[in-house]
């Protein structure tokens, strides 16, 4: 159990306070169960800041001026981060337990010929594939793998479609703890396995999906003193709205119009969507961008429980993509999720396998690249923007949650033309044909380089 001491915010001398509360019955607990449910209620906690010290202007300028402070001295450690740099949006951990890559600080990229492509001149790409584990997990990770430290536990664990683990096993590692990793058999891709592997983690391949190694993680974290580094840990929600800080920090604290995000187990919605709620609320940006969130067809238990259901209630499915990351059927914060849709306006929407395939591709041709699961976000701008839910004026920002190298085995196997063989997507994998780019094998001879870059010129 964590204790729920009425965590402090500092702020220029003055103290806030974070609170943590269930987000179902209300009830603010003592301390927090293994597995960061309510006791009362099984529903999950998340932290309540009461209000901040200082206004707007004042963070703004105070947050400008730790990302621009020159050199790196123990003094400025934190400052370097792009989340613990926004450390008066979060709950307080002491410094002395802070570990830190310096993490956030991610690129926001023009997305010129997917605008072009979509009818969307203003189209951005905030990219969190460019973490330190390459993905944007660490965002979250740095703030509550520092809360596993400062609890004083020696084992961390999570269940994972790849990214988290990787995350977690870096952190861990760098913080001086063992991890414990329970993965999908088979389900996740070579890429993100190497890294909980290289970085020193316990790894559990088990039979089952990721929904299962959930159950299992749920069971272990009551018997064993191992902390749960998953999305259901309210730090992990913190850490992770700071990438929404940035982005508004990035476009001057003038909101889009629009963000886009995928929807796995649906932490970073729930995240994005509480950092836009609580800026708007504090003045920090003067409206809210409708927050939209993205699903594979195969894994697609949250458009389904908006769509169908009204979002009275979620029914679990046996989830199947080739976008692993987002291979979840029982998403944990599926009603945080649907708070922040409603709050901002959003709109839930599904892709299909193709789809996402092309749509990655596009991203890849814009000079850009991200992994399958971040590219769910540009084949549901595709649908919003034939729909009229965004409009060819408005500004969209795309959150592209991993970088491309975490899976090249899709990418490769899309180029090659083999991503859909025998699969019921063989027939519609047809259309993304001439996004293809199978790397052409020659003898090493001049003529027959010049040849193939005569015809490349012929043909573009
Ligand atoms: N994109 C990527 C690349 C992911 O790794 C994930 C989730 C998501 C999107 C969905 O985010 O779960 O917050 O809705 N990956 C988790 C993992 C589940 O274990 O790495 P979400």
Known sequence: MLSNKRSATESAGKREVALLRCIGCGATPHATAPDFR???????????????????????????????????????????????????????????????????????FRLQRCGSATGVESLYAKHQGMNPTASFKDTGMTFAASSARQGGFHWVACASTGNTSASMAAYAARGGMRSLVLIPEGKISWGKLSQSLDYGALTCQL???????????????????????????????????????????????????????????????????????????????????????????????????????????????????????????????????????RATGGEVEQV???????AKAEIGADGIGCEPASAVTLAGLKKLRAAGFVR?????????????????????????????????????????KPLQRAPVVLDADLGAVVGVLDAAERNS
Request: some cysteine.
């Open 38 to 108: 309510c006791v009362s209620c099984g529903e999950l906690l998340e932290f309540v800041l009461s209000g901040w010290a200082l206004g707007p202007a004042k963070l703004k300028s105070l947050w400008l001026n730790r990302r621009t402070a020159a050199g790196i001295t123990p003094s400025n450690r934190l400052d370097q981060s792009g989340v613990w740099r926004f450390r008066e949006m979060l709950p307080h951990i002491p410094e002395e337990y802070a570990i830190t890559m310096g993490e956030g600080n991610t690129p926001l």
């Open 207 to 341: 039979r089952t999906d990721f929904d299962g190694c959930m159950r299992i993680l749920n069971e272990l974290v009551r018997e064993k003193p191992v902390y749960l580094l998953n999305s259901v840990n309210p730090y992990r929600i913190e850490g992770q709205k700071t990438a929404a800080i940035e982005l508004m920090e990035q476009l001057g604290w003038e909101a889009p119009d629009h963000i886009i995000v995928p929807g796995g187990n649906l932490g970073n919605s729930s995240a994005i969507g509480k950092a836009l709620i609580e800026m708007h609320e504090r003045n920090v940006i003067s409206r809210l961008p409708k927050l939209s969130i993205i699903q594979a067809e195969g894994a697609n238990p949250f458009y389904r429980c908006v769509k169908e259901f009204g979002g009275a209630k979620l029914e679990p499915m046996t989830a199947e993509t080739l976008a692993t990351a987002i291979r979840i059927g029982n998403p944990a914060s599926w009603k945080k999720a649907l708070r922040a849709l």
């Open 352 to 358: 299909s396998e193709v789809e996402i395939a092309e």
């Open 392 to 432: 060819p004026g408005e500004m969209v920002v795309l959150i592209l949650t991993g970088h491309l190298l975490k899976d090249p085995d899709f990418t490769i196997k899309f180029h090659r033309g083999d991503l859909f063989t025998g699969t019921p997507h063989e027939r519609q994998a047809v259309h993304a």
